[in-house]
């Protein structure tokens, strides 16, 4: 992709995913993930039905009259986007990619952190970490994540969520807002996400397309494993192939779900003809 089109991308992607942000998600966003920590900002005079166990003891006995501690929520926060690169994010048949989807999502996010003066990260993964852009703030430093996220070629087409989980701790040593988008097509993460959601708020998006789901009867069909690249014939026209794929698939979404229910974490399923706006609106409103 040249400059000028990718350029023209970003633009695009910037002015719609602004203008959600700024209509409807800045506020909800604010009120789902407040500031976490308290500072301590200043004392005064005790007042009835303030909290005594926040009463300054040095003060009150300095004036001998009671004081308390007043604190400030800590609003800056920290959003890291983890985005799962591998192959079959390339997957759709309706009017976008996956991988479309999943940009246009973490952009939304991104520029209602901004609007919050909260820093953003990025996490491009497959089976490795394939990228990692530290958190900053500000407009230039979001169209950069988006830029990434459009024009980015991984080196692999593999997906190893437990590595990006542990790459995670091993930067982000304060608590922050988590949003892991894949398809979640993945095993056996379940502990590190559940180590993770310990340290931070972590959120699963499931971006998935419905002709994922199950396999159409359309006889002998090559097809192409988007990770592996392997090519084999599969014979729709039988029940029993159609069935095992889809038990295979459901399994994964089962486990995703059992996964992040238990570790105390959020889910968002949205399909690529779904409105992602409500989704995340739904969301930050159930938590808000």
């Known amino acids: 992709m040249d400059t000028k089109e ?3 991308k970003v633009r695009k992607i910037e002015i719609k995913t ?3 942000s700024n209509h409807i998600f800045g506020g909800e966003y604010h009120s789902t993930f407040k500031g976490r920590g308290m500072t301590f900002s200043e004392v005064r005079q005790y007042q009835f039905g303030d909290d005594v166990r926040n009463i300054d003891w040095n003060v009150t006995a ?14 800056e926060l920290t959003m890291m986007l983890m985005v799962d690169v591998s192959g079959s994010e390339w997957f759709g048949t309706e009017q976008q990619f996956k991988n479309e989807v999943v940009t246009e999502i973490a952009a939304t996010l991104a520029f209602s952190a901004t609007q919050n003066n909260d820093k953003i990260g990025l996490v491009l993964f497959s089976d490795a970490i394939e990228l990692y852009i530290p958190p900053k703030k500000g407009r230039s430093h979001v169209l950069r994540i988006i830029r990434e996220l459009i024009e980015f070629e991984p080196k692999s087409k593999e997906t190893n969520i437990v590595e990006a989980f542990k790459f995670l701790s091993s930067v982000m040593k304060k608590r922050a807002i988590v949003f892991v988008l894949s398809d979640f097509i993945a095993d056996d993460y379940k502990q590190t996400l559940k180590i993770a959601s ?3 708020d972590v959120t699963g998006i499931r971006v998935y397309d419905k002709h994922e789901e199950s396999i159409p009867n359309l006889g002998m069909v090559q097809m192409q494993d988007e990770e592996t690249g392997e090519l084999m014939l599969v014979n729709t026209a039988s029940k029993t192939v159609r069935r095992n794929y ?3 698939y459901q399994d994964k979404v089962n486990y ?7 570790s105390g974490a ?9 409105s992602y706006v409500k989704k ?7 938590r808000g």
């Open 62 to 75: 300095r004036y001998n009259e009671p004081y308390i501690k007043v604190f400030e929520e800590e609003r």
């Open 198 to 200: 310990g340290r931070h």
């Open 280 to 286: 995340l609106l739904g969301y930050f409103k159930r």
């Open 6 to 8: 990718l350029l023209k």
């Open 266 to 274: 959020g889910t968002i399923d949205c399909r690529v003809d779904e």
């Open 256 to 262: 995703y779900k059992d996964s992040f229910a238990k």
């Open 18 to 20: 602004r203008r959600l």
């Open 246 to 248: 889809s038990k295979y």
